[in-house]
């Protein structure tokens, strides 16, 4: 399976908490905030000036070890 930017923050946490790390090291620590349960991740990196690009070419990767 491939993570999309479309894809919602609460549903990748749910379904690969090993990812939880990927998104603290590009700054969305708010994992378990109201907004993660309806936010997707493009959504939430925009929110946080963070270049979603490279959050999806390391959740993948991370995904894929």
Do not use: W
Not at 14 to 37: I, M, N, S
């Amino acid at each position: 399976m491939k993570i999309t930017r479309d894809m919602g923050i609460q549903d990748v946490v749910d379904t690969y908490p090993e990812l939880v790390p990927v998104f603290f090291k590009h700054g969305l620590g708010c994992l378990g905030c109201a907004a993660a349960r309806f936010e997707s991740i493009e959504q939430g990196a925009n929110a946080h000036g963070i270049d979603v690009d490279l959050l999806l070419s390391d959740l993948n990767k991370a995904l894929s070890q």
